[in-house]
DNA sequence: CTCCTGACTCAGC
DNA sequence: GGCTGAGCCAGGA
């Protein structure tokens, strides 16, 4: 298990160089997409693995078209900093999100990730 | 074309 | 210790 190392990471400007134009949407939906199962994230930090933390806010905007795009995006999994499902409210029904994340083993209480901090899944130590 | 909002986060008061 | 403001990018009116 790796310790929480990433405090003050410098800001690399990580171009992937070689993809196509994609989009912070594209990119977006390509790491909420590498979630594995029974895991959760947080917008921050599939905003700072694409560099900008600062552009969270694009993640969640992002996941509106979540559903929309094929394959599907699991935004269910992604969740605010706190653990709170925050987006919970646009998946169409409320319940909606927390029944998938219960579904796949992940507890949820007061509309918050139990042992979030357990089940965080972060995706700079996963893709890199 | 311009303005504003939006599922976040951090820093300041 | 809680709330407010500012920053980010993109899309819609």
Same mark, same amino acid.
């Given at each position: 298990?790796? +310790?929480?190392?990433?405090? +003050? $990471? /410098?800001? /690399?400007?990580?171009?992937?160089? *070689? +993809?196509?134009? $994609?989009?912070?949407?594209?990119?977006? =939906? $390509?790491?909420?997409?590498?979630?594995?199962?029974?895991?959760? !994230?947080? =917008?921050?930090?599939?905003?700072?693995?694409?560099? !900008?933390?600062?552009?969270?806010?694009? %993640? *969640?905007?992002?996941?509106?078209?979540? *559903?929309?795009?094929?394959? +599907?995006?699991?935004?269910?999994? %992604?969740?605010?900093?706190?653990?709170?499902?925050? *987006? /919970?409210?646009? &998946?169409?029904?409320?319940?909606?999100?927390?029944?998938?994340?219960?579904?796949?083993?992940?507890?949820?209480?007061?509309? !918050?990730?139990? $042992?979030?901090?357990?089940? &965080?899944?972060?995706?700079?130590?996963?893709?890199?």
């Amino acid at each position: 298990m790796k +310790k929480k190392a990433i405090k +003050k $990471e /410098k800001l /690399k400007t990580v171009r992937p160089s *070689g +993809k196509k134009e $994609e989009s912070f949407f594209e990119l977006v =939906y $390509e790491v909420a997409r590498q979630i594995p199962k029974g895991r959760v !994230t947080s =917008y921050g930090a599939i905003a700072a693995c694409l560099g !900008t933390r600062l552009s969270a806010r694009m %993640v *969640g905007w992002a996941m509106n078209g979540a *559903g929309k795009v094929k394959p +599907k995006v699991p935004a269910h999994r %992604v969740v605010n900093r706190n653990g709170m499902l925050s *987006g /919970k409210h646009h &998946f169409g029904e409320p319940d909606l999100m927390q029944r998938l994340l219960e579904k796949e083993g992940i507890k949820i209480e007061d509309d !918050t990730v139990v $042992e979030f901090k357990k089940l &965080f899944w972060d995706p700079g130590a996963a893709l890199f």
